[in-house]
């Protein structure tokens, strides 16, 4: 999809026309012009030149947005260049600001003819006394100096008539020219008059004047297309704000030599230095030193991230202590940096859906409004009026008529949702993912890397009798070192951290030779002259005999979600149990409170993975899920979103290469920043800082702005729907309300700036919802686990579990004739006797519960 900068556009009429324009290209998929950002994205084959020829057909201008020109054409840019100077948005308020205040000098002499004198009879100089052809001819002067002032309203509005596309600004020029044209003719027939001596003629055509309408429309629409300015520049402050942080220089090492360049000379490959307090200049990874760097700036997580040789880091991230020496990864528009902005531009540029009836609203409207306004003429016209009053009941209905508003409520929101967004590092790729997001009512959740850390670790060790804890650490350590397995590499983790001893000769005694991996099972090798072995119980079974305590423990251990990893050692032929190390994939800290979150918003989670069973039911209680979806393979992920989707709109939140196929099927997918890029590239949403309770706050943040856009555009429809009719004059026979010109104008010149006020108050949203407390749930389930003699097959355990599972008070059964044991989980407490009577029935032996 590539993205255009459009100019000429001043109202949602104009990018209805460019959109309808470029949409007819042959070659063209999709349009999407943005009225708030002057952009345009288009999908599809057709030329560039053959697009941006279209656009100028329509009577607008466009050029390849990044500085490519496109037919000839000067690129303008809607945020700030890549080098330095004013963003497009703070120009044109400075441009309309001085257009104002030009207006109002020359108005204020205006008014106090016009009114002043005429109303209230305040002085004039003496050669003004009698003389009203003079004071006619000088509101004439004054007026065409504003209009002067304001000529650009009469150039795009006339040229948007002449291509067949009237705007905002042709009702503008239309209002105020027949004001003036009228006022000039007044001004002719009083000429006339006083030739002929009809003084009386005179004073009656001097209060038919409507300069003053003529030149204070322009004057009140300059009011609020300068508020509008302004208000539009704060709704792109947040990307404004990611474009400044962008480095201007950096030092590269050359020669040994520190040498400052500027950014764009910095090459993939080139070494560069970072001093305390400098902003790193460009993507890269740490040859030499070590640092905290603040990345708040990326991803909104204010704790700086410890740096040391081999780490990663990221242009606009500032270095807070030590000296770092790096090499570029990534440099221009690869950087990370770079890419957020274009994301958050992109999501800018793009259409919501909601927009789609204000899109059809606005294609009519302009040609709508002026024949109303012909007929609103005609009808008083034949009621009888004369012909001021039938030119103020006209122009009033022209100024009053905003099509502005109904443009800017959806594209003022979706800038402002997403600079929010971005701030805290949640980045929505379109304009239809932000509004999606929040219509989610099942959110599924991937367990590795997700929920959980992604990264296992040693949390049990249960030595054997007479074998300490370290005696099995050292042991297993030593063994699992040669290993590649990540549960090896969280033993090995675990003891150099831990257990390391720092002394070379006695870590020399701790040396498998020998080594050899049996899949799927476990390890072998020989230290110190002894087979050592390690792997699952299974496995350890065929050379050592297990004590039943060492089952009970392993059997707890896997209750909880936890890997036991046995390890056993040769002794006099015969093969003795070390111990088990318990390793599992730890929970993260805030998972548990994001899912409440999400629970207390009405929605219903998910937990997916292709864990056992077991394990995921384990996580899932931790956690607290609604359901639980166990061994299911990275193909297999997709299936299951496609069957939820059709019980409602889903969220699929992954962060692996596997979970891709299911964030592509999902409504909406959200990537785990800290995921790979395939994860990433097929999200919908991009959370930067890897905390899950950004998931909640996505939803919040895309409630509150549809939220917004709905009210903007409630604001936008009904201030026409009461407005015109009440410039007409539909109002007069049956209560006498009447609307001057003026106020008219006055109250044009507010809706786009109230529209855009609202948006603004996104910035209030409190996306984290701070002010409220979540109580996770406990884990109150009750576990009773039952010994039982009798069991010898795999049909002894499914007729316990049966029979266990038949009781109201029971949730699962997990029943063991290999331990001989049955770990009950009950939703309901129930006496001990009823779960013997139970088994027992079956004709096995309980020999006791815990």
Avoid at 467 to 484: F, H, I, N, R, T
């Amino acid at each position: 999809m590539d993205k255009y900068n459009v100019t000429g556009m001043t109202c949602s009429a104009c990018s209805a026309r460019v959109e309808k324009a470029v949409s007819n290209v042959g070659g063209v998929t999709s349009c999407q012009v943005n009225l708030l950002t002057n952009s345009m994205m288009v999908d599809g084959t057709a030329d560039s030149g053959t697009i941006v020829a279209a656009v100028e057909k329509a009577g607008y201008g466009a050029s390849l947005a990044g500085g490519r020109s496109a037919g000839g054409n000067t690129s303008h840019s809607g945020g700030k260049s890549s080098g330095s100077g004013e963003s497009e948005a703070d120009k044109e308020f400075g441009k309309m600001k001085k257009r104002l205040v030009a207006s109002v000098i020359i108005l204020i002499p205006l008014m106090y003819i016009s009114m002043g004198h005429m109303m209230w009879n305040w002085p004039l100089p003496s050669f003004f006394d009698g003389n009203h052809v003079a004071m006619g001819l000088t509101q004439m002067l004054l007026t065409i100096i504003v209009m002067v002032i304001n000529q650009r309203f009469f150039v795009s509005g006339f040229k948007g008539a002449i291509h067949g596309s009237p705007n905002m600004d042709t009702l503008v020029a239309m209002g105020s020219g027949a004001s003036f044209i009228y006022s000039v003719y007044v001004l002719y027939a009083m000429t006339a008059a006083q030739t002929a001596g009809d003084g009386e003629r005179v004073m009656t055509l001097m209060h038919d004047f409507y300069f003053e309408s003529a030149a204070m429309i322009l004057a009140l629409i300059t009011v609020g297309k300068t508020l509008e300015a302004y208000s539009k520049g704060r709704t792109t402050d947040a990307l404004k704000g990611l474009m400044d942080l962008a480095p201007k220089t950096a030092v590269l090492i050359r020669d040994g030599e520190e040498v400052t360049v500027d950014i764009d000379e910095v090459a993939v490959g080139d070494i560069f230095a970072v001093r305390p307090g400098e902003s790193v200049p460009v993507d890269g990874v740490v040859l030499e030193g070590d640092s905290a760097v603040d990345e708040s700036a990326l991803s909104g997580e204010s704790i700086p991230v410890d740096k040391t040789a081999g780490s990663r880091v990221s242009a606009a991230t500032i270095n807070q202590s030590g000296y770092l020496k790096c090499r570029a990864t990534q440099v221009g528009a690869d950087t990370t940096l770079s890419k957020i902005i274009d994301m958050v531009s992109d999501a800018a540029a793009t259409k919501a859906p909601i927009a789609k009836l204000a899109d059809k609203v606005s294609g009519v409207f302009v040609p709508v409004v002026i024949l109303i306004a012909f007929i609103t003429m005609i009808v008083w016209i034949i009621v009888g009026k004369d012909a001021g009053y039938v030119l103020a009941r006209g122009i009033s209905v022209l100024v009053i008529s905003c099509p502005c508003a109904l443009g800017l409520a959806t594209p003022v929101a979706i800038m402002v949702g997403n600079g929010i967004g971005a701030k805290h590092g949640i980045l929505f790729k379109t304009a239809t993912a932000l509004e999606e997001t929040g219509k989610s009512s099942i959110v599924v959740m991937d367990k590795t890397g997700t929920i959980t850390k992604g990264e296992p670790v040693v949390t049990d060790i249960l030595a054997a009798e007479n074998v300490s804890g370290d005696e099995l650490m050292q042991k297993a350590a030593a063994l699992e070192k040669l290993s590649e397995h990540p549960l090896a590499r969280a033993v090995v983790g675990y003891y150099s951290e831990n257990y390391q001893t720092g002394d070379a000769q006695k870590d020399k005694n701790y040396e498998v030779s020998d080594f050899k991996a049996v899949a799927g099972n476990g390890l072998m090798g020989s230290l110190n002259g002894r087979k050592i072995i390690g792997g699952n119980m299974d496995y350890i079974k065929g050379y050592a005999d297990v004590p039943e305590t060492m089952k009970d423990s392993a059997e707890k251990v896997s209750q909880q979600g936890k890997t036991p990893m046995f390890f056993a050692e040769e002794a006099d032929g015969d093969y003795r149990v070390l111990g088990i190390i318990g390793v599992a994939d730890t929970v993260k800290e805030d998972s548990a409170e994001a899912i409440c979150q999400l629970q207390s918003m009405g929605l219903s989670v998910v937990m997916l993975t292709g864990d056992n069973e077991r394990t995921a039911k384990a996580i899932g209680e931790q956690v607290g899920v609604d359901r639980v979806i166990a061994g299911v393979r990275p193909d297999g992920k997709e299936s299951v979103v496609r069957d939820l989707m059709q019980k409602g709109h889903v969220i699929m939140v992954g962060d692996g290469i596997n979970d891709a196929p299911a964030l592509t099927r999902a409504n909406i997918g959200i990537a785990i920043g800290a995921g790979t890029d395939i994860a990433i590239d097929a999200a919908d949403v991009v959370l930067m800082k890897s905390e899950l309770t950004d998931v909640p706050a996505a939803i919040r943040l895309s409630r509150a702005t549809v939220k917004n856009i709905k009210e903007n555009l409630f604001w936008a429809f009904i201030y026409n729907i009461i407005g015109i009719p009440l410039a007409a004059g539909v109002w007069i026979p049956i209560f006498g309300w009447t609307l001057n010109p003026m106020f008219g104008a006055f109250a044009m010149s507010l809706s786009s700036f109230c529209v855009v006020t609202n948006a603004l108050r996104l910035n209030l949203t409190d996306i984290y919802d701070k002010n409220k407390r979540y109580r996770i749930k406990e884990d109150k389930v009750m576990t009773k686990t039952m010994k039982i003699e009798g069991m010898m097959c795999g049909h002894c355990e499914a007729r316990v579990k049966k029979s266990l599972e038949a009781l109201d008070q029971v949730q699962e059964a997990v029943v063991s004739h290999e331990t001989g044991t049955a770990v009950v989980t009950l939703k309901a407490d129930v006496d001990d006797s009823v779960l013997k009577k139970t088994v027992e029935d079956q004709d096995y032996k309980v020999t006791s519960i815990q």
